[in-house]
C-alpha cells in the first residue's frame, strides 16, 4: 500500500497548494486557465482513447454503463455530497459563481485513475513490492492536483480519497485480480474511460453540460466483455 498512500499524500499536498494559488488568481485568468485545462484533458482523452482495440467492446461498455448509472444516479448522489461539503466550505468560485465541488471531485478522480498506470502500478505494488511506476504517477499527480486545484477548488482534494479506495483495492487484491486485468482489458478500460474524459473535457470548457460520473460504471465492464468478444 505504499505507493498508493504515496499517491493519496501527493494529491492531497498538490491540492492544498493549489487551494493558495487560487487566492491570488485573476478572474480572466482563472476563466483561461479553466479552459485551457479543459483541451489538455482533451488532449488525454483522445489519445487514451486510442488504446482500445474492440470498438463493440467501447459501444457495449458505454451503454451498459450509463443504464447502471442512471439507474443508481451517480450524478445526482455525487452532486449532494459536494452540496453537503459547500455548505461546510463555502468556497465560492470567480465570478459570483459557486464553485462545484463534486465537478472537481469528478474530474480529478477520473484524471488521477483511469488509465494504465494507476492499474499496472496498483498490481506491480500488490504482487511484487515494486512501487516505482506509483511513485512516478504521484509526482505527476501533485502537479496536476496544483493546477487543477487552483481552478477547480477543494473538491480535487477530495478526489484523493477516491485515489485511496480504487488504486488501494486492486493493490490488496492484487493476486486475486490480476488474472482478470489482462494487457487485453486494461487497455480496452483505459479506452472506456478516456472516452468519458473527453467528455468531462467538453463540459470544462462549457459545450456540454453532460453528466459525466453517470457513465463511470462503464469503465469496469470490458472486465466481463473481454471474456466473451
Same mark, same amino acid.
Given at each position: ?14 491540492? *492544498? $497548494?493549489?487551494?493558495? +494559488?487560487?487566492? !491570488? %488568481? ?8 479553466? /479552459? ?81 498506470? *494507476? $492499474?499496472?502500478?496498483? +498490481?506491480?505494488? !500488490? %504482487? ?8 512516478? /504517477? ?82 469496469? $465492464?470490458?472486465?466481463? +466483455?473481454?471474456?466473451? %468478444?
Amino acid at each position: 500500500m505504499l505507493g498508493t498512500i504515496v499517491n493519496t499524500a501527493a494529491v492531497l499536498a498538490g491540492g *492544498a $497548494i493549489g487551494l493558495l +494559488l487560487k487566492k !491570488g %488568481l485573476p478572474e480572466k485568468l482563472a476563466d483561461t486557465l479553466m /479552459k485551457g485545462l479543459g483541451l489538455c484533458t482533451l488532449f488525454l482523452g483522445i489519445s487514451g482513447s486510442l488504446k482500445g482495440e474492440n470498438t463493440l467492446i467501447l459501444i457495449i461498455s458505454m451503454v451498459v454503463g450509463a443504464i447502471i448509472g442512471e439507474g443508481v444516479d451517480l450524478e445526482d448522489k455525487l452532486n449532494r455530497f459536494g452540496k453537503w461539503i459547500e455548505t461546510k466550505f463555502q468556497k465560492n468560485s470567480r465570478g459570483g459563481k459557486k464553485m462545484s465541488i463534486a465537478e472537481g471531485f469528478v474530474s480529478a478522480s477520473l484524471l488521477f485513475c483511469v488509465g494504465a498506470m *494507476a $492499474i499496472v502500478g496498483a +498490481l506491480q505494488s !500488490g %504482487l511484487q513490492g515494486n512501487h516505482e511506476m506509483l511513485f512516478n /504517477k504521484s509526482m505527476l499527480d501533485f502537479v496536476s492536483a496544483i493546477i487543477f486545484a487552483s481552478t477547480m477548488g477543494v473538491g480535487v482534494l477530495c478526489s484523493a480519497a477516491f485515489v485511496l479506495v480504487y488504486q488501494g483495492s486492486i493493490t490488496l487484491l492484487a493476486q486475486w485480480v490480476a488474472p482478470l486485468l489482462t494487457e487485453n482489458v486494461i487497455n480496452e478500460m483505459t479506452c472506456v474511460g478516456s472516452v468519458i474524459i473527453i467528455g468531462l473535457a467538453l463540459n470544462m470548457m462549457g459545450i456540454t453540460k453532460l453528466k459525466v460520473m453517470n457513465y463511470v460504471p462503464a469503465i469496469f $465492464i470490458p472486465i466481463i +466483455l473481454c471474456r466473451f %468478444l
